[in-house]
């Protein structure tokens, strides 16, 4: 199993050198280079061009200019932002890493389990309302147009679902309609946005390690203790940490100022995946229920939950699960959609607004940090593949 | 000699009968399985509908409508000075805030959006055909690098690539649709079809073509891809759907320059501030989004009743 992980490894990189090596040559096959913009600047001659081209390295072919294209981007230098001169480009993406990571992580996260859990009911319950219900909605979520569903969810709650409960409770949600944080409430704050969300990216991260732990724990227990371990575990690390952010932390404020930002950019990318994995989940839930194995664990008088949630969900995950690997780069497509209309400062967004102003350096550094990430998403799925399916880990 | 070379006509038109009676048999069975499922006569009846605007468009401009106050990228009614205006009868779907017809500007944009699904789809499924079908039968370094190319293409996503590909280039209708089509050639679809065309590769009648003397080329564009098209026509119409989208979304984000499409008015609205603007504005947000919407869900589903025909396994469960 470990020779197959690290087999996929050298894959994952090599794919990622060709990638790198596509994306230099699509950009060189535009006419022209950053020397051009000189051309109209009566103070610098044509024989001024061409050296700062050959200082800047246009000058050589094109291999070349790859192999220092490729060993810059390995030593952390990706160039400088030509629209916020002279930030480098590594700060920028940096900064706004952490974000998209988390909205994808917990939009896919979320919309695999909601899905999962909503294919195998609906396939259970065959037939009638429930069929056509579950089937439109999943169709309308996998194909509406993405900025369309974006501003419904805006407009319902930020506008309307917001003002109706601020008129019926008197609490003032102030559902935010875009941006990662709201400057007048930073501008006192002792620490920066990205401090701050970088502790509840952590504590998000402990809270589910505490959880596994405890789940797989409490296999090895005696039965009658697990329910307590487990909801404990749960009760116990989300409460503890709501506590300390409310009370101790004494940023809990701003934890839920940026909370407040992350809640429609994550309802949003969701929905768009829940819809797809949804179908999915109960299409191949419906193959298996159809397998002899079922009838055999029905003529055992096996309880339904038995039957649905252990003979036949856990095989039907199975395709759910791989196709991940297409519905991760729906996510990321749909992550950049949803960023840019909720003009959340991510990766995507970057992309598109160094896009549109012509800011290469920063467009080809947050490409290729969507590949990457791309990239390490299916490497996840693979090796939870493999763990999913044990018929892969003993060959 | 006018003996044997009648009787050769003969002989061939009476192929082309038996050819056209098969097809027709077939047509009819398919249609007959395709008629079962209301969830492809709904997508069919939702592309038919936009075809039918596509069609009507030219004519009530040359009877009907004024073109100069219908034209739909720079028309404008002197009768209704203060844009966006609501519906009205002259106007059934309102005005545009420079004041074009918005309906006419909806069915204009269908026409686009028919050139660019059918020359997409088209390089799609040539190219993922040949493509499949060239990797299954010669295998061997083709077949791997045609799949390392598919396994490049299938880890970025498409929308990523596009955006910077719309960046770089002004790319007009016509060239979007090659551009997506070769990547979605690339696509999971090589895939698929690679593999249905390993599973016919060794099937009796591709050795028994080979043995009456069929060379490589013979073999794989008489017996291999004619057997691929009905999986062809299934993936033909899910990168419809790829490509519809992919244009809203880039003309939606001002990436695109063409002189009208759905995305582009939901782009304006979106300028102009009136996107959240629901219950005054919704004739500027909904028709277009919807019409988004819709035609790819359209093709989604005609797909998705296709996939049961294609794959009988997928039948009446």
Redesign the interface.
Known sequence: MWSYIGKRIVQMFITLLLFQIATYILIDLQPGDVTDLLIGNPDITAAERARIAADLGLDGPLPSRIWTYLTNFYTGNLGVSMQQYPRPVSEILMTRLPRTFTLFMAATILSFWLGYIAGKFLAWKRGGAWEYASTITGVTLFTIFTPLLAYILLWLFARQLDSWISDTFGIDFDLPISKFNTPSLWRRAPYDTNTVFSWMNWNFFAIVMIILIALIVSNYIPRRYRPALRIGSVVLSIGGSLIWWAFISGVGLYAWDIVKHLFLPILTLTLISFGGNMLLTRTSMLETLREDYIETARAKGLPEGVIRNRHAARNAVLPVWTALVFSLSNTISGGIITETVFSWPGIGATLVQSVSVSDFAVAMGALTLIGIMTLIGHLIVDIGYVFLDPRIRIH | MTNSSSNRSNGGSSVWQARWALFRKSAAANWALFAENP?GLIGLGIILFFLLLVILHPILLNTVWDPNVYNPINGFDPQSPVNPAPPSARHLLGTAPQGQDILSQLMFSARNEFILAVLAATVTVTMTTTLGAIAAYYGGVIDNVIM?IV??V????????L???????ELSIVQLALVIGLISAFG?STVVIKSQALSIKVKPYIEAARVAGGGDFHIIFRHLLPNLMPIALLYMMFSV?GAI?SE??LA????LEVDMSWGIM?NTTRNLGF??D?SNRWYL?FPA??S??LL??AF??VGRALDEIVNPRLRQ?
């Open positions: 969830v390392r396994d490049l299938i880890m970025v996503p498409a929308l990523s690539i955006i910077v590909v719309s960046g770089l280039f999971a759907t989208f809203a979304v939606f984000l001002g990436l939901l996107i959240l629901f947000i989004g919807l988004i919407t790819s869900s989604y589903l469960r």
